[in-house]
């Protein structure tokens, strides 16, 4: 009995023996095995440590009955992150920027989580959370983060914006685009004497400086962006900063540096509408519903020269108001609904219906799709000295000689009008240059957008040696909400490579069939 219990036990012991073995290839390396797996597991360890020190100056964020993805938000942890509004100058004043952290589902997530980029530029990140919702696979292994940048968000020092009580009093004094431009002015001035900020610190490279501060202060080794239109730009910005801390970049609606806003806008929305315009012509119970409705469209231009009247109904509390629309007014509506795949569908019938007196369909889609929240100030901060100092008089002469069919007056004289006096700074030259990293970048156009389309995507992807870019057909301004976009994003974050990603599912779409009744198109389930 003896001799067996002996015997086992040395059986038991070259059990253990050859199971080390095959783990270490052989059992004279054992000790160079442990301490390879020591060094690994030491980094996770601190990692986490550092992220379980940094979570405890977190707190449940703050939700009431209007908080969109209660669920979700009722999952995360917020804070208020400080740093320097002038890096150059650690004494100047300090701003605090909003940080939101929905955490892993696991218990030992990954070093690299997942960092949301706003657009705008001006949109808080915060209010990202129904993108973070797309991601909901990701957050399996990974946090999701979302900073407001300096500037946005519930704590920017400026907001340049009239309340709801102003606004309306100004529709039913209904000035026209002059009398409009006027106003904006008059308020910029105004937030500008009235803030105690230093607007020239609230560009894009510095803001890529606070999230690199928020992402060490985290604990996180590298991280993955995902940015679209503006954030695009923020996530670009970021890789050419911090390479070396960047895992993966997924970018949409691609607006570099080189599109120059406002420079561009006329060009690239008259694209999209025009092709609009033809995809119409060439349908046909489209073009049988709109016969020439390029022909319609500028007819209805032309008469708007003189502003008509129309009743705006507030959709809150139903009160109207009684004011008039012009050309300027109308196309700025269009140019809103153009953003969205699902909106541009109904152009045709907006058209028709405006040839016929009847403006509520546009006013109504142009609430529904107008862009998110944007702070006018940090807005101006970005453009004024990022964009407006690329604008040269040899650029400017050559749009301005174009006779664009959708031209966007209101929205570009606003621009070149505010920065003539808003304060800017000297950007650094190296923030111009085009993106050359080699990390792994996914690129997402959309077909038919009016503000970024793919030229600008596929600009920025020529610099980028490891990059992928992909065009939807029938997509507006963003490709992000489909089964089809969120899977190839949560593969690639997954493997990290852009290698064996299967992208075939984007070959399925098209432009969705136009409305030729108030009911939708003529087809069935369409």
Known sequence: MLWWSLRASWWIEMLAVRKISVTCFA??????????GSVEITFRENFLANRATALETFSPCERDATTQMASLVADSLC???????????????????????I??????????PLFLLAGGPGQAGTD????????????TERDIVMVDQRGTGELSPFDCQMDEEEAKVLEVQDPDTEEILAIQMTLFRECLADTEADPEFYTTDIAMRDLDAVRDFLGYSKVNLWGASYGSRAALAYLQAYPENT?????????PISLILPLYTERDATASMEKLLADCGVNESCNTAYPDLESSFRQLLDRLETPEPVTLVDSRDFSSIETSLSRDEFLGFIRQVLYSREAQRLVPFIINQALNGNFQPVIALSGQYAEADINQGMFLSVICSEDYSLITEELSSAESGNDYLLDTEMFNRFILEACQFWPKREVPASYFEPVTEDKPVLVFSGAYDPITPPVWGELVHENLPDSLHLVL?????????TQCTAGIMFDFI??????SLETECTSQFGRRPF????GGSSLIND
């Open 27 to 36: 059992i004279l390396w054992l000790s160079a095995c442990q301490q390879e």
């Open 79 to 101: 804070t208020r992150f400080s740093v320097p509004e002038n890096y150059a100058d650690p004494e100047s004043r300090q701003i605090e920027l909003k940080v939101m952290i």
């Open 103 to 112: 955490p892993s589902l696991s218990d030992l997530p990954e070093p690299d």
């Open 128 to 139: 990202l959370v129904r993108v973070a919702q797309v991601f909901g696979r990701t957050r």
């Open 247 to 255: 895992r993966t970049v997924i970018i949409d609606a691609i607006a």
């Open 473 to 481: 057909d029938g997509f507006g301004h963003g490709t992000l909400f």
């Open 494 to 499: 997954e493997a990290g490579t852009l290698d």
């Open 515 to 518: 409305f030729v009744t108030p």
